[in-house]
């Protein structure tokens, strides 16, 4: 796909970042190889479908065997600078 400069120059107000002539062109060609891969995968992912590709899935681990409460609180506050009883004392922010 053919990126213009004027889109990299709409890209790089959006990001508000200033961009160089000569990064301007590196930009133009990167984001054309960058677009013509995802047209590709895109391609790739229709052609299986729900075979393999978007397949939605739990890739959570099942909570089997937590810890016991407060196994770790006292390990945890011990290394706070400043603690209130088995609390973490911070500096007021409102």
């Known amino acids: 796909m053919e990126i213009e400069t004027k889109d990299v120059e709409h890209l790089a107000n959006l990001a508000r970042i200033v961009v ?13 190889e960058i677009l013509t891969y995802v047209s590709q995968v895109k ?13 939605l899935h739990n890739v959570m681990r099942p909570d089997e065997n937590p810890h016991a409460a407060e ?13 209130d009883g088995n609390r973490v004392l911070v500096k007021k922010i409102l």
């Open 20 to 32: 160089s002539d000569s990064e301007k062109e590196v930009l133009r060609h990167d984001l054309g």
């Open 71 to 83: 196994s770790f609180t006292e390990d945890l506050v011990a290394a706070a600078p400043a603690r």
């Open 43 to 55: 391609e790739v992912t229709a052609t299986l479908g729900e075979k393999q590709v978007g397949r």
